[in-house]
């Protein structure tokens, strides 16, 4: 068996040109193999947010029992009252605006995002209640804590 290099700059054998191929694996299949997705799902995308809002509920609750204990008792039991009838208003909201999305894959991500930022403005509004003068002196340490 002789190699030439033709006038060309191919390589020939025998007369004949000769195609090259690099093989990287021995192995593998002829079917096309896609990279994994950077994309998340929309599982994943419902849990993540799942996930997101039940941390921020439990923040929400430890907000609410910092404020039961050291507000006045009456004020107290004023906010109990009015946190109930929130969450109320805030679980129809979301599913209202749930609704309207149609009703596909994306309606569940659509009310956990929904009651997600209505628990954020809650805390956001509820943590200036922790200082001195309920808020009206500003921020302090124990609101920066939310």
């Not at 192995?27 to 993540?48: A, N």
């Not at 910092?66 to 208003?89: F, K």
């Not at 999305?101 to 309606?107: K, Q, V």
Request: glycine share 8%; aromatic share 6%; proline share 4%.
């Amino acid at each position: 068996m002789t190699h030439t290099r033709g006038s060309s700059h191919s390589w020939c054998l025998l007369g004949s040109p000769i195609a090259f191929a690099l093989v990287l694996c021995g192995g593998c299949t002829s079917q096309s193999v896609s990279p994994p997705s950077v994309t998340p799902t929309m599982l994943q995308t419902q849990q993540d947010e799942a996930a997101r809002l039940k941390a921020n509920e439990q923040k929400l609750d430890g907000l609410l029992n910092e404020l039961n204990t050291s507000l006045p008792a009456i004020a107290a039991q004023q906010l109990t009252q009015n946190q109930a009838r929130w969450a109320s208003l805030a679980r129809d909201e979301c599913s209202w605006q749930r609704d309207l999305s149609g009703g596909g894959s994306m309606a569940p991500v659509v009310y956990l995002t929904c009651m997600d930022q209505r628990i954020l403005n809650r805390i956001d509004w509820l943590k200036s209640f922790l200082c001195e003068g309920y808020g009206s002196t500003g921020e302090c340490a124990a609101s920066r804590r939310y």
